[in-house]
């Protein structure tokens, strides 16, 4: 069965829907920090002060890859053995027959943060597993809002927007070598 895809138009008016309804899920002065200030989502900022990077998985990102990008899960919060420690990434995702990984952060998070717990050192920090270089085509680390590719050789090859660049996220297989 091959699913019809989504306008440019009709796009953008489910990100804004998607938007609409994630804010509604804030306090007044939650909407206003995140969505005008630029300020990391915390639990203080949602109305029923769940943790912001499950909200955020929950009611953004799941429904841009999966409701909008008709994206396949293969598995949630998938970990990997590195020496004596375990890696996790929040979703192994399929593209055709090309596998990729993805770790999620609150909305407006530091993606490039020096820590080891940033989304892009996370996602880095898996490749350097042969088991990953092996099996995974490419990683991204998101906040719902920005969007960053790494290849399997840690290197960003992208950095995008979900507002300007919804177009070329939408295009997500081809960061990924043929």
Request: aromatic content about 10%; charged content about 35%; proline content about 1%.
């Amino acid at each position: 069965m091959v699913l019809r895809q989504l306008t440019k138009e009709e796009a953008k008016e489910e990100i804004d829907k998607i938007i609409q309804e994630f804010k509604k899920k804030l306090t007044l002065d939650g909407k206003s920090r995140v969505f005008e200030n630029q300020q990391r989502l915390a639990s203080e900022f949602i109305i029923d002060e769940s943790d912001p990077e499950d909200l955020t998985r929950d009611f953004l990102i799941d429904k841009i890859l999966f409701d909008i990008l008709k994206l396949e899960l293969n598995a949630k919060n998938i970990h990997f053995r590195a020496f004596k420690e375990l890696r996790k990434v929040d979703y192994a995702l399929k593209i055709n027959d090309k596998k990729i990984l993805l770790e999620a952060k609150p909305i407006n998070a530091d993606l490039f943060d020096k820590s080891s717990d940033s989304a892009v050192n996370q996602i880095k920090g898996i490749f350097r597993l042969a088991e990953v270089k092996e099996n995974y085509e490419f990683g991204v680390a998101s906040d719902g809002l920005q969007w960053a590719f790494i290849d399997k050789n840690s290197n960003v090859v992208n950095t995008l927007n979900i507002f300007t660049d919804f177009e070329k996220i939408r295009e997500i297989n081809k960061f990924s070598k043929k």
